[in-house]
């Protein structure tokens, strides 16, 4: 285009321009198709679902739209966009959660569903067909595990359970853990200890990995191990000072100082233990009945893998919860909650949930589907008898509603690298990680009120 | 032969090619630090995740596993990710070199009451972090429907950006009064002088502007992981969120295989503009 001569542009319609040009453009442009695609296309109704890549496959969700003639949509897991979309009132209409942690934290702010009607009604996910650990997702405004449901995990473990490699074990000439009764923390510390084969100042072979899914549900189940409870009875406070919980702080500080495994002052770069037990280079994994999905696979590990009860404290109770209970829950705003109950139904009760249960990546949760549980193999019969023995101790830790187990988790890492470096006392971490997080729970208890 | 024995004039020629000899000793060493990680990433890539997790390090694979990288390929839907990550790049990118490129133009040859004190907040905006902005972002974009939608890129690209205002300013500044005063007595406005005089002269930096925003948008993760569903999303969330196991825990090697896939198309980009991209720092008072 060219200028007309005599029509200079002053500085005032320069600016002007600089102004209305882009209010032009996004004018002129908001005609265009710039929706990718369109919302609803087809038949059906169309449901949100905020997950994770493993949750659902673009395979689950063209099955969804074979079997229920829904459309999912799916929304990548993230708390900030959670937030943001209730905040905004619309939110997903089912989204991914840790039943262990996030169910009282959200049910206490009054954004779940209580899906005890949905439950009543189906065929599909009956009362009595749901397995234990499903009650991490009930609270009934003062403890967890009790009152009405506002999830459902999608498959379980218990967490506090530990894989172990004999080969390894027969190399240091250490004797096996036994597969029916739990050794003490202090034994497994022990001959942790005893496995760990280190070279030039690198460790080459961790004797043991004892993290837990995340640091503050492991040291609640470590303290309920040792016959206390971490929380107070209203979950308004934490407190590390009680014999129990000073006891499980110290093992744990002890076995980061030890260097016997991954921890926050000596991580693993695989950033879990898959790929370093595969390799040869883990004793022991903390890990539950899921990490079989990954074993089962590799059949030269399989065989030397066992599988061995969650341990206990000398003196305490034992007790093997789950940590995590991973699945979903519906927002109470959610805009589809019929066809999102539909999708729950089926993911939880029927295709899905039997897929998942013939994996081998963590017990399913409904017990019907537990004979779809592999034990083919030998070591596979092996593991399952262990596991099943291994469910008369599940209990449910419950946890505080009053901080996301994420901010607690943060708080921990900020103080406990100066007690696992030698550098502070465990009474002083214990009071110190008091201090602390009672400020984080009093804060979230004035939000909820 | 010792020294003495050196024809004359020998010692200066020994003396630059031992001055080579430390130069490109340092700029092998150099380039290996920068190319090094990209390196370990392709190794990587190449390895099974045992081989990867094995101690002591095994540097190059055992068994080179290149079906890593038709694994990764195939696990997710990688051009359909690339091609939002392209449209997505090559949209802003175009916006902002522009716009930018009229705002530094504006700063650097028009005056205007407070406009020091305009420019001084332009560049402290810099300063502010982009998580503090997330979450009003996101509610903004949701009020106005843009969420899932490539809207945000849009008006984000139409607004310019305060560092590449501020490379455009540096350059616009330095060109001669003379063209301007000159286009003037021609008739021309500030307009005219902008999009005929000024933009054609600035190609360096309208290069360097294009691959800088254009890497950027191409390697963000945070604003398409709250703005877009899943199927809309770009390759640098799809890469890091997507190669997990059934229990969610990441698959290392494909990770890194999809990662080197990922970074080859900004890799090409700077090659063809890497002149540019150069010349266009050096002449904007940056070098």
New interface residues.
């Given amino acids: 285009m060219h200028p007309r001569a005599g029509a200079s542009l002053s500085r005032r319609r320069f600016l002007a321009l600089s102004a209305a040009g882009g209010a032009t453009g996004a004018a002129a442009l908001s005609g265009c198709a710039m929706r990718v695609s369109s919302g609803v296309s087809g038949v059906g109704e169309t449901v949100t679902v905020m997950a994770k890549a493993d949750d659902f496959s673009p395979e689950l969700i063209r099955q969804a739209r074979k079997d229920l003639g829904v459309k999912i949509v799916t929304v990548r897991y993230d708390i900030t966009k959670l937030i943001g979309m209730m905040t905004n009132g619309a939110p997903p209409d089912l989204v991914r959660g840790v039943g262990a942690t996030d169910a009282p934290y959200f049910a206490a702010r009054d954004v779940m569903e209580d899906l005890d009607p949905y439950f009543a009604r189906s065929d599909v996910l009956r009362a009595g067909d749901l397995d234990p650990v499903n009650d991490l997702w009930r609270y009934d405004g003062r403890t967890q595990g009790k009152g009405p449901r506002y999830g459902m995990a999608k498959d379980f473990s218990q967490d506090s359970m530990f894989w172990y490699n004999t080969a390894l074990f027969d190399e240091a000439g250490v004797g096996h853990p036994p597969e029916t009764e739990p050794v003490t923390y202090e034994e497994w510390l022990e001959d942790a200890r005893r496995l760990t084969r280190r070279r030039n100042g690198q460790t080459t072979v961790f004797g043991g990995s004892y993290q837990g899914v995340l640091t503050p549900n492991l040291l609640a189940s470590l303290t309920a191990s040792a016959g206390g409870n971490l929380f107070t009875d209203d979950f308004s406070r934490i407190d590390f000072t009680t014999p129990e919980a000073r006891k499980a702080l110290a093992w744990y500080v002890e076995y980061g100082r030890s260097r016997v495994g991954p921890s926050i002052v000596q991580p693993d770069p695989n950033a879990w233990d898959g790929p370093t037990y595969q390799a040869g280079r883990m004793a022991m994994s903390n890990s539950g009945y899921w990490l079989g999905g990954l074993i089962n696979t590799d059949k030269k590990l399989a065989p030397l893998s066992r599988l061995a009860p969650a341990p206990l404290f000398a003196g305490g109770r034992r007790v093997s919860p789950c940590q995590a209970g991973t699945g979903f829950w519906m927002p109470k705003k959610a805009k589809n909650k019929d066809a999102a109950w539909r999708v729950f139904e089926w993911f939880f009760g029927e295709g899905p949930a039997r897929a998942r249960a013939s994996g081998g990546w963590g017990i399913p949760t409904l017990k019907s589907l537990r004979p779809l549980m592999p034990a083919r193999e030998d070591y596979q019969k092996r593991v399952l008898k262990v596991q099943n023995a291994e469910l008369r101790h599940f209990s449910v830790i419950a946890f505080t509603p009053y901080a996301s187990a994420d901010s607690l988790y943060a708080l921990f890492n900020q103080e406990a690298p100066a007690a696992m470096n030698g550098h502070m006392s465990v009474d002083t971490l214990a009071g110190r990680l008091n201090s602390v997080m009672n400020e984080q729970l009093k804060r979230g208890k004035e939000q909820v009120g | 032969m010792t020294a003495t024995s050196l024809p004359p004039g020998s010692a200066p020629r020994v003396r630059v090619r031992a001055g080579r000899l430390v130069l490109y000793t340092v700029l092998v060493v150099a380039t290996g630090l920068f190319v090094g990680p990209f390196g370990w990433l392709v190794l990587s890539g190449l390895k099974t995740?045992?081989?990867?997790?094995?101690?002591?390090v095994h540097w190059l694979p055992t068994h080179v596993q290149w079906h890593n990288f038709a694994d990764a390929f195939n696990l997710i839907?990688f051009l359909g990710y690339a091609r939002?990550s392209l449209i997505i790049a090559t949209l802003y990118a175009t916006l902002v070199t522009l716009?930018s490129a009229?705002?530094g133009f504006?700063f650097a040859r028009?005056?205007?009451p407070g406009k020091k004190t305009l420019f001084g907040i332009l560049i402290g905006s810099m300063m502010l972090p982009q998580m503090i902005t997330?979450?009003p972002t996101?509610?903004i974009f949701?009020?106005l429907g843009m969420v899932?939608?490539?809207?945000p890129w849009?008006?984000w690209g139409?607004?310019a950006a305060p560092y590449l205002v501020f490379l455009f300013r540096q350059f616009f500044a330095g060109l001669p009064r003379e063209l301007e005063e000159a286009a003037?007595v021609d008739?021309?406005?500030?307009?005219?002088i902008f999009w005929?005089i000024f933009l054609p002269q600035s190609w360096p930096v309208l290069s360097a502007s294009f691959v800088i925003a254009f890497t950027w948008s191409w390697g963000d993760y945070i604003a398409p992981?709250?703005l877009l569903?899943?199927?809309?999303?770009t390759l640098a969330?799809a890469v890091m969120?997507?190669y997990?196991?059934?229990?969610?825990?990441?698959v290392?090697n494909l990770q890194a295989a999809g990662s080197v896939m990922y970074v080859v198309p900004i890799l090409l980009i700077f090659l063809v503009a890497q002149r540019g991209f150069v010349a266009g720092m050096s002449t904007s008072g940056l070098k």
Avoid: F, H
């Fill in positions: 995740p045992a081989e990867l997790a094995a101690s002591p839907d939002n716009s009229w705002v504006g028009l005056e205007a997330l979450l996101y509610l949701a009020k899932d939608t490539y809207w849009v008006l139409l607004a003037i008739g021309c406005g500030y307009g005219t005929r992981q709250l569903s899943t199927d809309r999303s969330v969120s997507t997990v196991t059934s229990a969610g825990t990441p290392a």
